[in-house]
T-cell receptor, first 111, second 111 residues
Framework: SQELEQSPQSLIVQEGKNLTINCTSS?????LYWYKQKYGEGLIFLMMLQKGGEEKSHEKITAKLDEKKQQSSLHITASQPSHAGIYLC???????????FGAGTTVTVRA | KAGVTQTPRYLIKTRGQQVTLSCSPISGHRSVSWYQQTPGQGLQFLFEYFSETQRNKGNFPGRFSGRQFSNSRSEMNVSTLELGDSALYLC??????????FGSGTRLTVV
């Protein structure tokens, strides 16, 4: 099964600073999802990347998929308290309706 | 439009009991999948249903079962509850492989 490793495990940033989260796969990535979760709550869909080299942005969040490196990165520009939470990457490598997830990255934004 | 609705939101059960969780997908979504989230194991896939048929199943014991009704609503059942079944159970609905929308989850505590 696909293994997704996220780094860092957690990070603390000062409000207004940028941050980057990485998600590395043990297998070829044909597509990748990014979600955000507040503790104990459901997952909020952020972005889906389907092609190598694809880059998507929504508000201050940008995600890229590097198929050759089997890696995706999520970048937040000028972080705000609303960006705090757990960020999870997920993938369905076999297209068999089964998502595998990374362990998550906990983001804390300090005022 | 309404999102994915999971009921109940919280549940406390005693070891040995059984429990049934419900998930109503987004209107028009015919695929419903279930995930278990625990601090130790993270997010793990339970099963996925499409048009009342189970298309994929995760590596969980037979005590975990599910079904989907003709209106796409889904239920999952856990029999003979164990302390280790305490978790956040998340349901996701999807239109094919276009992305998964998650519900707010059911927090199950087994005492």
């Amino acid at each position: 099964s696909q293994e997704l490793e996220q780094s860092p495990q957690s990070l603390i940033v000062q409000e207004g600073k940028n941050l980057t989260i990485n998600c590395t796969s043990s297998k070829t990535l044909y597509g990748l999802y990014w979600y955000k979760q507040k503790y104990g709550e459901g997952l909020i869909f952020l972005m889906m990347l389907q092609k190598g080299g694809e880059e998507k942005s929504h508000e201050k969040i940008t995600a890229k998929l590097d198929e050759k490196k089997q890696q995706s990165s999520l970048h937040i520009t000028a972080s705000q308290p609303s960006h705090a939470g757990i960020y999870l990457c997920g993938a369905d490598p076999s297209n068999d309706y089964k998502l595998s997830f990374g362990a998550g990255t906990t983001v804390t934004v300090r005022a | 439009k309404a999102g994915v609705t999971q009921t109940p939101r919280y549940l406390i059960k005693t070891r040995g009991q059984q429990v049934t969780l419900s998930c109503s997908p987004i209107s028009g979504h015919r695929s419903v999948s279930w995930y278990q989230q625990t601090p130790g194991q993270g997010l793990q896939f339970l099963f996925e249903y499409f048009s009342e048929t189970q298309r994929n199943k995760g590596n969980f014991p037979g005590r975990f079962s599910g079904r989907q009704f003709s209106n796409s609503r889904s239920e999952m059942n856990v029999s003979t509850l164990e302390l280790g079944d305490s978790a956040l159970y998340l349901c996701a609905s999807s239109l094919g492989l276009a992305g998964y929308t998650f519900g707010s989850g059911t927090r199950l505590t087994v005492v």
